[in-house]
């Protein structure tokens, strides 16, 4: 890592990158071994020469926002993990049309939107993390999701910036292409309505019901697992009587059974043993096997 390190340094500069980074800095769960290396680029051209170093040396690369819906393991993630430097956040606004990249945080776009009285993103506010993060995972809720507002995307391709609109990109729930192909978003571009003046209710309104219903005083990565076509995998959950169950500093939100909180100095184990809990008794009494909507990312 030493030799990459150099190159890295050399090519982008050192105070982009750091080495044996805790990524439980980079987590909402507070979770996480280090990153071999770390780096946070602040141009195209940079991320590019992040990877370009990564392929000549054989090392592997993972791309993070704003790690809401992360879990790393205990051992830490080999290789270099990258994340948009602070360059990458600007949001223009022109009409209707909004453009975001990746590093710009979701809720200072909605908020941004709102203010400028364009209607469309008002469902995802006080979802965390960043526009490139919601972007591949198709964040959503109450009924929204972002891909009805996204007109295209600018992804890092092969080396080369390029335009997918947004039926191309396969966005289903909680996936899209940029899951399964070698991509890295650097922008969105979204086409918003005109405000009807219900908007800003609308966000208040379901920020209000996050506030209430979820526990957001602890640190998580959201809901664990995905919602089965059964039904909600928090009401499995708490009729398997896991409301409350622990490992270690891992625990089943009383408030919310679909969150697994860390409510002190939990370590990655402790959760994946409390998953292993939950998916075991919900099966046992349901049938129903949760699939993790977490993405967990590292090694033991
Ligand atoms: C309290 C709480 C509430 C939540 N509520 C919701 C909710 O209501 N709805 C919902 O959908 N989610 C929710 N989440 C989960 C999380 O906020 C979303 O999944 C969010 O979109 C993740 O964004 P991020 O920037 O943090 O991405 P990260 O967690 O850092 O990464 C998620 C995935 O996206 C990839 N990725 C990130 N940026 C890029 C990029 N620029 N290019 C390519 N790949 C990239 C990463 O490799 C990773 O695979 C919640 C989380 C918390 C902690």
Do not use: W
């Not at 980079?26 to 990153?35: R, V």
């Not at 295209?152 to 396969?170: E, P």
């Amino acid at each position: 890592m030493q030799k990459i390190y150099k190159q890295l340094v050399d090519k982008i500069g050192k105070d982009i990158v750091f080495k044996n980074e805790p990524m439980s800095k980079h987590t909402s769960f507070k979770i996480g071994g280090n990153a071999d290396l770390f780096v946070t680029p602040n141009s195209v051209a940079q991320i590019e020469s992040v990877i370009n170093i990564c392929k000549e040396n054989d090392a592997s690369y993972f791309v993070i926002g704003n790690g809401s819906n992360l879990l790393v393991l205990d051992g830490g993630i080999s290789g270099v993990v990258i994340k948009m430097g602070n360059d990458f956040s600007d949001i223009q606004i022109d009409g209707q049309t909004i453009k975001a990249q990746a590093g710009a945080l979701l809720s200072t776009l909605c908020v941004k939107v709102l203010e400028a009285s364009l209607k469309g993103l008002e469902g995802l506010m006080g979802i965390p993390g960043t526009v490139g993060g919601a972007v591949y995972m198709n964040a959503g809720a109450y009924g929204y999701e972002i891909k009805d507002c996204l007109q295209y995307i600018t992804v890092l391709k092969d080396g080369k910036a390029v335009d997918i609109d947004i039926k191309d990109c396969g966005m289903g729930y909680r996936t899209s292409i940029i899951k399964e192909q070698e991509m890295i978003v650097l922008e969105a571009c979204f086409k918003l309505t005109k405000d009807d003046g219900t908007a800003m209710q609308i966000a208040k309104e379901l920020l209000e019901r996050r506030r209430n219903k979820q526990p957001v005083e602890y640190p998580s990565a959201g809901s664990t697992f995905k919602r089965p076509k059964e039904g909600y995998a928090s009401r499995l959950i708490d009729e398997a009587g896991l409301k409350g169950h622990k490992v270690g500093g891992a625990c089943v939100s009383d408030k919310h059974a679909g969150f697994i909180i860390n409510i002190g100095d939990a370590k990655a184990k402790h959760v994946i043993e409390l998953m292993k809990i939950v998916e075991e008794r919900v099966y046992q009494m349901s049938g129903i096997m949760l699939e993790p909507e977490i993405k967990i990312v590292g090694h033991e």
